[in-house]
């Protein structure tokens, strides 16, 4: 059965298009892209998502009177398409109940740090700033916290003595495309168990 999957994005959307990328190619099997989600009506993620093909919702949280509002709105988007997974690629919110209680143990989020370190915004710039020697990509089930859901995956990524900010998040994205892949991919397989905080790959 196709895992039908809504990506959720608020910026530039890069990680969106190797999700995309990957399906249309046949690298991701049994999955199908079927809504980008956005809270950003400027951002470039829906560019990509005209160029690819793939339908966007596009909404203001501000024009909401609350965060329940919007994220029912979401949930019903999400249940007529009969969504199965969400991924969070750059989705800058938190998620709240309204959400989680819809979809939970389905959401899955993107960092760019090994967590439990250095979570929330700008992980890249806090692990520069502290001087790690290593940091990496984390890809986990979201929960009611800020980046606290028992983690799916990690890989590392090694700090060079001259990066910057952009240099080291060059990197980091070209780790998150592939392993953001990857864990799609062992989800739609049903590789994928959860016990508590831990994750087993099947």
């Given at each position: 059965m196709v895992k039908k999957v809504a990506i959720f994005a608020s910026g530039s959307g890069s990680n969106f298009e190797a999700i995309v990328q990957?399906?249309?190619?046949?690298?991701?099997?049994?999955?199908?892209v079927e809504l980008l989600v956005c809270d950003k009506p400027g951002a470039k993620v829906l560019e990509r998502a005209h160029r690819l093909g793939i339908e966007a919702f596009v909404f203001e949280p501000k024009s909401y009177p609350d965060k329940a509002a919007f994220e029912a709105e979401i949930v019903a988007q999400l249940q007529q398409r009969e969504i199965s997974l969400v991924v969070l690629a750059g989705?800058?919110?938190?998620?709240?109940?309204?959400?989680?209680?819809?979809y939970e143990g389905r959401i899955i989020n993107l960092h760019p740090s090994l967590l439990p370190a250095f979570t929330g915004k700008d992980a890249i710039g806090q692990a520069l700033a502290y001087g790690v020697k290593i940091t990496g990509v984390t890809v986990h089930v979201v929960d009611a916290g800020l980046d606290t859901g028992p983690i799916i995956a990690q890989i590392p990524v090694a700090v060079q003595d001259n990066d910057t900010a952009e240099t080291l998040a060059a990197r980091i994205h070209e780790v998150e495309h592939g392993l953001l892949v990857d864990v799609i991919q062992w989800i739609a397989e049903g590789r994928v168990k959860l016990e508590g905080r831990h994750v087993q790959l099947l």
């Open positions: 990957a399906v249309q190619s046949g690298r991701l099997n049994g999955v199908e989705y800058m919110r938190l998620v709240g109940d309204t959400l989680l209680s819809a």
